[in-house]
């Protein structure tokens, strides 16, 4: 594989988010989710707070309460906007696959999706940890606010490019089921330790190296 995984971090320079003055007529619940996101684009999810959301748009705090009973309800909208944009991702990858044909097109498909998990992991540091900021709940059900443009979220997007190796006879039938938990659990893994973990301090060009081994490992081991 080719690909270069970018450089990680938030993705976005560091700082206060823009305080947003004025909102919509009856577009407040929008205007707090985007100032939460914002939030979490930065500081992940320990930074979702709804007083400084209301700050960010413009409003009392008391207004907020009308769209977000709790700072949690606040957070669990910013957590299936980060899924949805994690899936964006991944399907970002997924069209650039879809250029290739013949027998690694399905395998290419798997890559796609590891690839931009990866890539979103590395550069939307803040939103990724805050996708995964709750035990309860994962995405791991149908939601169209934790779904990409297709409509699958990130784990169904994983399951689909699996199926589409069962099919093309490049995954045993009998290795098809949980392999989704395999492939997600291996590859989550690997982001966890460069974002947080003992591989933070490893040079770019090794990390980028390493993800495509860790990827191309999931691929060939199932």
């Not at 007529?25 to 930065?42: N, S």
């Not at 899936?87 to 798997?110: F, P, V």
């Not at 045993?172 to 003992?198: K, N």
């Amino acid at each position: 594989m080719t690909k270069k995984l970018r450089g990680k971090g938030a993705g976005k320079s560091a700082g206060k988010p823009t305080i947003r003055s004025t909102y919509r007529h009856g577009d407040l619940r929008r205007a707090l989710l985007e100032a939460g996101i914002a939030l979490a684009r930065i500081g992940g999810p320990d930074a979702v707070v709804l007083r400084e959301a209301t700050r960010q748009a413009g409003v009392v705090p008391n207004a907020a309460y009308r769209h977000f009973a709790s700072r949690q309800d606040l957070l669990e909208a910013v957590r299936s906007a980060a899924l949805s944009e994690l899936a964006k991702a991944m399907e970002a990858e997924l069209e650039k696959g879809a250029r290739k044909r013949g027998a690694n097109a399905a395998t290419a498909s798997l890559r796609a999706v590891g690839v931009g998990y990866l890539q979103f992991a590395l550069t939307e540091t803040g939103l990724f940890r805050t996708a995964f900021s709750t035990p309860e709940n994962l995405g791991l059900g149908p939601n169209p606010e934790r779904s990409g443009r297709s409509g699958l979220n990130p784990f169904e997007l994983l399951s689909a490019a699996l199926d589409t190796m069962a099919e093309a006879g490049q995954l045993p039938p009998e290795r098809r089921m949980g392999a989704e938990f395999l492939a997600w659990s291996a590859v989550h893994g690997f982001a966890m330790r460069v974002i947080d973990g003992p591989l933070r301090t490893v040079p770019r060009a090794q990390i980028d190296a390493l993800g495509q081994r860790v990827v191309e490992m999931v691929e060939k081991g199932l």
